[in-house]
């Protein structure tokens, strides 16, 4: 089975910045896409980020243009999210997941495998 697990988060500074990584594991995959997704107490889980795997192109939810980039390391399989300018509204568990066969992918449910997520917690 595939894994998805995240790490990087922590507790900054509005202002600062963080790097999520995502590393999967175990069997071989072939994601069409990875992406981010977030959610934060008593919201609904949102859309961040998303990239597709063979040509890197991406897109950003329109709260975190300009502030988060989504890259990949393709020999590495992983994925990251550089988040720059952090407010306190990032506050969220931030999730990793893949995308076996495309769809809508500012969607959670185009995705078939998701990560524990992990923790960013932006203070004023």
């Known amino acids: 089975q595939v894994q998805l697990v995240e790490s990087g988060g922590g507790s900054v500074q509005a202002g600062g910045s963080l790097r999520l990584s995502c590393a999967a594991s175990g069997r071989t995959f072939n994601y069409y896409a990875m992406g981010w997704f977030r959610q934060a107490p008593g919201k609904e889980r949102e859309f961040v980020a998303t990239i597709i795997w063979i040509s890197g192109g991406s897109a950003h939810a329109d709260s975190v243009k300009g502030r988060f980039t989504i890259s990949r390391d393709n020999a590495k399989n992983t994925v990251f999210l550089e988040m720059n300018d952090l407010k306190p509204e990032d506050t969220a568990v931030y999730y990793c997941?893949?995308?076996?066969?495309?769809?809508?992918?500012?969607?959670?449910?185009?995705?078939?495998?998701w990560g524990q997520g992990t923790q960013v917690t932006v203070s004023s």
């Open positions: 997941a893949g995308a076996q066969f495309g769809g809508i992918l500012t969607v959670a449910t185009s995705y078939n495998h």
